[in-house]
């Protein structure tokens, strides 16, 4: 069996979220199986069409900290949010959904990335996974 | 058994570890996959990949900034 990384992802932050994706992109890369449990603000880049429409954890400067952020990411060439969810699905990667956050923020399915999402779940599943895993990080 | 080549240069972590796993995901066995690039770390960390997926690595080169990496699925 695969060594295994599950990752939270608690923070609907854009430098946080960057963070979350380039960790499970390396340990897929490095032939692990990779999970990201979102929940709460995390869930918020599961909507569709917000991927990327997060403000930075620090420094954000009613946007402009993330704007200054978001050009010199481009200028270094790192991939966007975008190109990474789509290598993370390609790679096996499992993306979970909390359910219990959903209702609590009152998040219907139909608003979310149903085409990446692969399991609705509840905290069971993440120490489910966990306990299968070489790493877990709350991000 | 096909080669493969992926053209990485000028990209920075973590596309280039990253589209080395999509090629060897997508290679069959026997295949050869060289990736080339210019992200320094991702020279040393494509081998380590290599070795803890168990595959074969052919030779790694750089010459004036650009590195290749050869891999056998």
């Given at each position: 069996m695969n060594k295994k990384a599950t990752l939270i992802v608690h923070s609907g932050d854009l430098d946080k979220v960057y963070s979350a994706f380039i960790i499970g992109l390396g340990a897929l890369s490095m032939g692990m199986d990779v999970s990201l449990y979102f929940t709460f603000w995390g869930l918020e880049r599961l909507k569709?069409?917000?991927?990327?429409k997060a403000p930075l954890s620090k420094m954000n400067m009613l946007g402009l900290g993330r704007w200054m952020v978001r050009r010199k990411m481009r200028q270094a060439g790192v991939a966007s949010l975008d190109k990474m969810l789509k290598d993370f699905v390609e790679l096996g990667g499992k993306i979970l959904a909390c359910d219990m956050t959903m209702e609590i923020m009152g998040?219907?399915?139909?608003?979310?990335r149903s085409d990446v999402i692969s399991e609705y779940c509840g905290v069971g599943t993440y120490i489910k996974e966990a306990m299968e895993s070489d790493i877990t990080l709350f991000i | 058994m096909a080669e493969i080549k992926v053209d990485c240069r000028n990209e920075t972590c973590p596309v280039p570890l990253v589209e080395a796993r999509k090629a060897l995901r997508r290679a069959a066995k026997g295949d050869v996959v060289e990736v080339t690039g210019t992200h320094q770390s991702s020279k040393k960390e494509i081998p380590m990949a290599v070795k803890a997926m168990g595959l074969e690595l052919l030779e790694v080169e750089e010459v004036g900034g650009v590195w290749s990496i050869k891999i056998r699925k």
């Open positions: 569709k069409g917000n991927l990327d998040i219907k399915r139909e608003s979310l | -």
